[in-house]
Protein backbone atom coordinates (compact mmCIF):
# COMPACT_ATOMS: atom_id res chain seq x y z
CA UNK A 1 0.00 0.00 0.00
CA UNK A 2 1.46 3.19 -0.97
CA UNK A 3 0.75 6.18 1.16
CA UNK A 4 0.86 10.00 0.16
CA UNK A 5 2.21 11.59 3.92
CA UNK A 6 1.29 15.29 4.28
CA UNK A 7 2.52 17.19 7.40
CA UNK A 8 2.62 21.13 7.32
CA UNK A 9 1.70 21.48 11.63
CA UNK A 10 4.16 24.17 12.38
CA UNK A 11 7.35 25.52 10.47
CA UNK A 12 8.15 22.74 8.11
CA UNK A 13 6.11 21.78 4.67
CA UNK A 14 6.94 17.73 3.94
CA UNK A 15 5.30 15.62 1.99
CA UNK A 16 6.63 11.67 1.68
CA UNK A 17 5.81 8.55 0.20
CA UNK A 18 6.13 5.35 2.27
CA UNK A 19 5.08 2.05 1.27
CA UNK A 20 3.18 -0.21 3.54
CA UNK A 21 3.81 1.78 6.78
CA UNK A 22 7.95 1.21 7.08
CA UNK A 23 9.27 1.54 3.41
CA UNK A 24 10.98 5.25 2.95
CA UNK A 25 10.61 5.66 -0.48
CA UNK A 26 10.38 9.48 -0.26
CA UNK A 27 10.22 12.44 2.52
CA UNK A 28 10.74 16.03 0.78
CA UNK A 29 11.18 18.62 3.98
CA UNK A 30 11.08 22.10 2.89
CA UNK A 31 11.86 23.67 6.23
CA UNK A 32 11.10 27.42 6.44
CA UNK A 33 14.09 27.96 9.80
CA UNK A 34 16.10 30.71 7.96
CA UNK A 35 13.14 32.77 7.73
CA UNK A 36 11.72 32.61 11.37
CA UNK A 37 15.43 33.35 12.44
CA UNK A 38 15.04 36.57 11.95
CA UNK A 39 12.24 36.97 14.47
CA UNK A 40 13.29 33.67 16.78
CA UNK A 41 10.41 31.97 16.35
CA UNK A 42 7.85 31.07 14.13
CA UNK A 43 5.29 33.60 13.12
CA UNK A 44 2.45 31.66 12.36
CA UNK A 45 1.25 34.28 9.46
CA UNK A 46 4.16 33.76 8.54
CA UNK A 47 4.35 30.22 8.38
CA UNK A 48 1.36 29.72 6.75
CA UNK A 49 1.88 32.07 3.56
CA UNK A 50 4.92 29.67 3.02
CA UNK A 51 3.03 26.54 3.26
CA UNK A 52 0.90 27.76 0.95
CA UNK A 53 3.66 28.96 -1.30
CA UNK A 54 5.29 25.28 -0.91
CA UNK A 55 2.73 22.47 -0.76
CA UNK A 56 2.48 21.94 -4.21
CA UNK A 57 6.47 21.69 -5.40
CA UNK A 58 6.87 19.49 -2.02
CA UNK A 59 4.43 16.60 -3.52
CA UNK A 60 5.37 17.25 -7.42
CA UNK A 61 9.12 16.67 -5.82
CA UNK A 62 8.20 13.26 -3.40
CA UNK A 63 6.25 11.79 -6.32
CA UNK A 64 9.33 12.23 -8.81
CA UNK A 65 11.50 10.96 -5.73
CA UNK A 66 9.62 8.21 -4.93
CA UNK A 67 9.32 6.80 -8.58
CA UNK A 68 5.62 7.05 -8.91
CA UNK A 69 2.50 9.58 -9.54
CA UNK A 70 -0.63 10.73 -7.98
CA UNK A 71 -2.49 7.52 -9.77
CA UNK A 72 -0.16 4.93 -8.02
CA UNK A 73 -1.35 6.31 -4.72
CA UNK A 74 -3.60 4.49 -2.31
CA UNK A 75 -4.60 6.67 0.30
CA UNK A 76 -3.60 10.10 1.92
CA UNK A 77 -2.67 10.48 5.56
CA UNK A 78 -2.27 14.00 6.72
CA UNK A 79 -1.41 16.37 9.71
CA UNK A 80 -4.93 17.19 11.36
CA UNK A 81 -3.64 18.34 14.19
CA UNK A 82 -1.55 19.18 16.72
CA UNK A 83 0.13 22.57 15.22
CA UNK A 84 -0.42 26.02 14.44
CA UNK A 85 -3.99 26.14 12.75
CA UNK A 86 -2.81 28.58 10.00
CA UNK A 87 -0.68 25.68 9.43
CA UNK A 88 -2.32 22.63 9.53
CA UNK A 89 -4.96 24.29 6.76
CA UNK A 90 -2.95 24.32 3.88
CA UNK A 91 -1.78 20.54 4.51
CA UNK A 92 -5.51 19.79 5.42
CA UNK A 93 -6.87 21.25 2.31
CA UNK A 94 -4.55 19.90 0.01
CA UNK A 95 -5.13 16.39 1.36
CA UNK A 96 -8.91 16.49 1.38
CA UNK A 97 -8.48 18.09 -2.60
CA UNK A 98 -6.10 15.50 -3.71
CA UNK A 99 -8.63 12.24 -1.50
CA UNK A 100 -11.68 13.84 -3.11
CA UNK A 101 -9.98 13.98 -7.10
CA UNK A 102 -8.34 10.47 -6.57
CA UNK A 103 -11.49 8.99 -4.83
CA UNK A 104 -8.81 7.51 -2.23
CA UNK A 105 -9.26 6.69 1.09
CA UNK A 106 -7.71 10.03 3.57
CA UNK A 107 -6.35 9.64 7.08
CA UNK A 108 -6.22 11.93 9.32
CA UNK A 109 -3.43 11.88 11.93
CA UNK A 110 -2.21 12.97 15.32
CA UNK A 111 1.27 14.47 14.86
CA UNK A 112 2.71 13.18 18.23
CA UNK A 113 1.46 9.86 17.14
CA UNK A 114 3.62 10.35 13.99
CA UNK A 115 6.16 11.18 15.76
CA UNK A 116 5.88 7.95 17.65
CA UNK A 117 5.62 6.16 13.89
CA UNK A 118 8.76 7.35 13.08
CA UNK A 119 10.73 4.76 15.08
CA UNK A 120 9.09 2.31 12.27
CA UNK A 121 10.45 3.60 9.38
CA UNK A 122 12.82 1.83 7.39
CA UNK A 123 15.42 3.80 5.22
CA UNK A 124 18.67 2.78 3.92
CA UNK A 125 20.72 3.37 6.67
CA UNK A 126 18.37 0.67 8.81
CA UNK A 127 17.10 -1.85 6.98
CA UNK A 128 18.30 -4.38 8.85
CA UNK A 129 16.36 -3.29 12.08
CA UNK A 130 13.52 -5.45 13.37
CA UNK A 131 10.21 -4.16 13.53
CA UNK A 132 9.27 -2.96 17.31
CA UNK A 133 7.82 -4.42 19.52
CA UNK A 134 4.58 -4.12 21.94
CA UNK A 135 4.72 -3.75 24.68
CA UNK A 136 6.51 -0.52 24.79
CA UNK A 137 7.54 2.46 26.35
CA UNK A 138 7.88 6.21 24.12
CA UNK A 139 8.93 9.28 25.42
CA UNK A 140 7.67 12.08 22.94
CA UNK A 141 9.80 15.13 23.43
CA UNK A 142 8.73 17.48 21.28
CA UNK A 143 8.44 21.55 20.97
CA UNK A 144 5.08 21.82 21.96
CA UNK A 145 4.71 17.64 23.46
CA UNK A 146 6.19 16.09 26.50
CA UNK A 147 4.91 12.76 27.37
CA UNK A 148 5.27 9.43 28.36
CA UNK A 149 3.49 6.47 26.73
CA UNK A 150 2.52 2.79 27.56
CA UNK A 151 2.52 1.73 23.78
CA UNK A 152 0.46 -1.54 24.16
CA UNK A 153 -0.64 -2.21 20.74
CA UNK A 154 -1.50 -0.01 17.77
CA UNK A 155 -4.10 2.37 18.41
CA UNK A 156 -3.75 1.18 22.22
CA UNK A 157 -2.14 3.26 24.62
CA UNK A 158 -1.76 3.91 28.45
CA UNK A 159 -1.15 7.91 28.99
CA UNK A 160 1.45 7.54 31.49
CA UNK A 161 3.02 11.22 31.89
CA UNK A 162 3.05 14.32 30.29
CA UNK A 163 4.41 18.32 31.15
CA UNK A 164 2.69 20.66 33.85
CA UNK A 165 4.04 23.33 31.86
CA UNK A 166 6.84 23.51 29.28
CA UNK A 167 7.49 20.78 27.11
CA UNK A 168 11.04 19.87 26.66
CA UNK A 169 12.09 21.80 23.56
CA UNK A 170 9.95 24.71 24.40
CA UNK A 171 12.57 24.84 27.23
CA UNK A 172 15.30 24.36 24.85
CA UNK A 173 14.05 27.31 22.84
CA UNK A 174 13.78 29.37 25.71
CA UNK A 175 16.50 28.96 27.25
CA UNK A 176 19.20 29.47 23.77
CA UNK A 177 16.74 32.51 23.41
CA UNK A 178 17.87 33.42 27.12
CA UNK A 179 21.45 32.75 26.21
CA UNK A 180 21.44 34.79 22.66
CA UNK A 181 21.68 31.53 20.57
CA UNK A 182 19.30 31.37 17.52
CA UNK A 183 15.93 29.58 16.81
CA UNK A 184 15.67 26.97 16.84
CA UNK A 185 17.79 26.25 20.31
CA UNK A 186 17.55 22.56 20.92
CA UNK A 187 20.30 21.60 18.18
CA UNK A 188 22.46 25.28 19.35
CA UNK A 189 22.34 24.22 22.79
CA UNK A 190 23.27 20.48 22.34
CA UNK A 191 26.11 22.17 19.94
CA UNK A 192 27.03 24.58 22.64
CA UNK A 193 27.26 22.48 25.33
CA UNK A 194 29.76 19.50 23.30
CA UNK A 195 32.24 21.83 24.29
CA UNK A 196 30.67 22.74 27.71
CA UNK A 197 31.21 21.81 31.34
CA UNK A 198 27.80 20.59 32.57
CA UNK A 199 29.04 20.11 35.86
CA UNK A 200 29.80 23.97 36.42
CA UNK A 201 26.18 24.74 37.61
CA UNK A 202 23.39 22.45 39.56
CA UNK A 203 20.44 23.24 38.15
CA UNK A 204 17.43 22.10 39.47
CA UNK A 205 15.58 18.84 38.46
CA UNK A 206 11.88 18.50 38.74
CA UNK A 207 10.70 15.00 39.76
CA UNK A 208 7.35 16.37 40.64
CA UNK A 209 5.01 13.16 40.24
CA UNK A 210 5.84 9.67 39.50
CA UNK A 211 5.77 10.02 35.21
CA UNK A 212 4.94 14.12 34.63
CA UNK A 213 7.34 16.76 33.51
CA UNK A 214 8.04 19.98 34.72
CA UNK A 215 10.48 22.24 32.59
CA UNK A 216 9.50 25.97 33.53
CA UNK A 217 11.36 26.12 37.21
CA UNK A 218 14.69 24.99 35.24
CA UNK A 219 14.13 27.79 32.63
CA UNK A 220 13.79 30.31 35.83
CA UNK A 221 17.01 28.99 37.52
CA UNK A 222 18.41 29.56 34.05
CA UNK A 223 17.34 33.32 33.90
CA UNK A 224 18.64 33.79 37.14
CA UNK A 225 22.21 32.53 36.50
CA UNK A 226 21.98 34.68 33.22
CA UNK A 227 21.02 37.84 35.29
CA UNK A 228 23.29 37.56 37.75
CA UNK A 229 26.27 36.88 35.36
CA UNK A 230 25.07 39.00 32.49
CA UNK A 231 28.44 40.33 31.80
CA UNK A 232 29.53 36.78 31.19
CA UNK A 233 26.96 36.81 28.24
CA UNK A 234 29.69 37.51 25.58
CA UNK A 235 32.05 34.45 27.06
CA UNK A 236 31.84 31.60 24.98
CA UNK A 237 32.35 29.15 27.65
CA UNK A 238 30.11 30.21 30.06
CA UNK A 239 27.89 29.53 27.00
CA UNK A 240 29.08 26.19 26.58
CA UNK A 241 28.98 25.85 30.25
CA UNK A 242 25.24 26.83 30.80
CA UNK A 243 24.14 24.54 27.82
CA UNK A 244 26.06 21.68 29.16
CA UNK A 245 24.50 22.10 32.81
CA UNK A 246 20.52 22.91 31.35
CA UNK A 247 20.78 19.95 29.01
CA UNK A 248 22.15 17.60 32.18
CA UNK A 249 19.56 18.99 33.89
CA UNK A 250 16.72 18.24 30.86
CA UNK A 251 18.27 14.53 29.65
CA UNK A 252 18.55 13.11 33.27
CA UNK A 253 14.92 13.43 34.39
CA UNK A 254 13.75 12.21 30.88
CA UNK A 255 16.06 9.62 30.99
CA UNK A 256 15.31 8.45 34.75
CA UNK A 257 11.65 8.49 34.03
CA UNK A 258 11.94 6.50 30.88
CA UNK A 259 13.95 3.78 32.88
CA UNK A 260 11.21 3.98 35.85
CA UNK A 261 8.28 3.27 32.81
CA UNK A 262 9.94 0.61 31.62
CA UNK A 263 11.00 -1.24 34.45
CA UNK A 264 7.41 -0.93 36.18
CA UNK A 265 5.77 -2.40 33.43
CA UNK A 266 8.34 -4.74 32.34
CA UNK A 267 8.74 -3.84 28.69
CA UNK A 268 11.79 -4.97 26.54
CA UNK A 269 11.79 -1.84 24.56
CA UNK A 270 12.16 1.83 25.21
CA UNK A 271 11.88 4.91 22.33
CA UNK A 272 12.78 8.47 22.04
CA UNK A 273 9.98 10.09 19.21
CA UNK A 274 9.96 13.93 18.67
CA UNK A 275 12.57 16.95 17.59
CA UNK A 276 14.33 16.49 21.63
CA UNK A 277 15.16 12.76 20.64
CA UNK A 278 17.90 14.26 18.01
CA UNK A 279 19.54 15.11 21.06
CA UNK A 280 22.86 13.25 21.22
CA UNK A 281 23.32 13.42 25.04
CA UNK A 282 19.53 12.08 25.74
CA UNK A 283 20.32 9.28 23.68
CA UNK A 284 23.78 8.71 25.55
CA UNK A 285 21.58 9.28 29.11
CA UNK A 286 18.73 6.83 28.25
CA UNK A 287 20.99 4.28 27.08
CA UNK A 288 23.06 4.32 30.41
CA UNK A 289 20.05 4.57 32.47
CA UNK A 290 17.53 1.89 31.07
CA UNK A 291 18.39 -1.54 32.53
CA UNK A 292 20.54 -3.57 30.14
CA UNK A 293 17.69 -5.94 28.42
CA UNK A 294 15.51 -2.95 27.77
CA UNK A 295 16.40 -1.92 23.74
CA UNK A 296 16.55 1.78 23.01
CA UNK A 297 15.21 2.52 19.89
CA UNK A 298 14.92 5.90 18.06
CA UNK A 299 15.84 7.45 14.60
CA UNK A 300 19.53 7.77 13.50
CA UNK A 301 18.31 9.78 10.74
CA UNK A 302 18.04 13.29 12.31
CA UNK A 303 15.39 14.49 9.67
CA UNK A 304 12.68 11.81 10.99
CA UNK A 305 13.54 12.71 14.49
CA UNK A 306 12.03 16.57 14.11
CA UNK A 307 8.59 17.11 11.95
CA UNK A 308 8.33 15.06 8.49
CA UNK A 309 6.21 13.81 6.33
CA UNK A 310 6.93 9.90 6.43
CA UNK A 311 6.11 9.35 9.85
CA UNK A 312 2.53 10.66 9.40
CA UNK A 313 2.54 8.45 6.12
CA UNK A 314 3.47 5.84 8.33
CA UNK A 315 1.16 6.11 11.32
CA UNK A 316 -1.75 6.60 8.76
CA UNK A 317 -0.85 2.99 7.62
CA UNK A 318 -1.36 1.37 10.97
CA UNK A 319 -4.68 3.44 11.28
CA UNK A 320 -5.98 2.60 8.21
CA UNK A 321 -4.72 -1.41 8.73
CA UNK A 322 -7.25 -1.21 11.74
CA UNK A 323 -10.02 0.82 10.11
CA UNK A 324 -10.18 0.69 6.81
CA UNK A 325 -13.96 1.13 6.62
CA UNK A 326 -13.70 4.65 8.61
CA UNK A 327 -11.33 6.09 6.09
CA UNK A 328 -13.19 5.13 2.83
CA UNK A 329 -15.83 7.19 3.86
CA UNK A 330 -14.17 9.99 6.56
CA UNK A 331 -14.82 13.54 5.92
CA UNK A 332 -14.31 16.54 8.08
CA UNK A 333 -16.38 16.74 11.26
CA UNK A 334 -17.40 19.56 13.54
CA UNK A 335 -15.24 19.39 16.98
CA UNK A 336 -11.29 20.94 17.51
CA UNK A 337 -8.66 18.70 15.17
CA UNK A 338 -5.80 20.71 17.36
CA UNK A 339 -6.11 17.86 20.59
CA UNK A 340 -3.69 16.24 22.68
CA UNK A 341 -3.21 12.39 21.39
CA UNK A 342 -5.20 11.20 24.69
CA UNK A 343 -7.66 12.93 23.85
CA UNK A 344 -7.84 12.39 19.77
O1 LIG B 1 9.05 17.47 16.89
P1 LIG B 1 9.54 18.80 16.47
O2 LIG B 1 10.32 18.91 15.19
O3 LIG B 1 8.35 19.82 16.35
C1 LIG B 1 7.27 19.79 17.23
O4 LIG B 1 6.39 18.92 17.06
O5 LIG B 1 7.29 20.61 18.16
O6 LIG B 1 10.40 19.36 17.67
C2 LIG B 1 11.02 20.59 17.63
C3 LIG B 1 11.73 20.79 18.94
C4 LIG B 1 12.29 22.19 19.07
O7 LIG B 1 11.93 22.69 20.34
C5 LIG B 1 13.78 21.97 18.95
O8 LIG B 1 14.55 22.91 19.69
C6 LIG B 1 13.95 20.57 19.54
O9 LIG B 1 12.83 19.87 19.05
N1 LIG B 1 15.19 19.93 19.08
C7 LIG B 1 16.18 19.57 19.92
C8 LIG B 1 17.22 19.07 19.09
N2 LIG B 1 16.82 19.11 17.80
C9 LIG B 1 15.56 19.65 17.81
N3 LIG B 1 16.28 19.65 21.25
C10 LIG B 1 17.42 19.21 21.81
N4 LIG B 1 18.47 18.75 21.10
C11 LIG B 1 18.42 18.63 19.76
N5 LIG B 1 19.47 18.15 19.08
ZN1 LIG C 1 6.65 17.61 15.77
Not at 202 to 224: E, H
Request: net charge neutral.
Amino acid sequence: MLILGIETSCDETSVAVVENGRILRSNVIFSQIEMHRKTGGVVPEVAAREHIIKIIPVIEEALLKANCSMSDLDAIAFTYGPGLMTSLLTGINTAITLGKVLKIPLIPVNHIEGHMYANWIITNSNESTPEPQFPLVVLTASGGHNELILWKNHGEYKFLGATLDDAAGEAFDKVARLLGLPYPGGPQISKAAEKGDGSRYNLPRAWVTKFDFSFSGLKTAVLRLVENHSEQLKDEQFINDVSASFQESVVEVLAKKLAKAAIKFGVKEAHLAGGVSANKRLREKARETLPTNVALKFCTDLTLCTDNAAMIAAAGFYRYQANSEKYKTWKPVEGNPNLALKNW
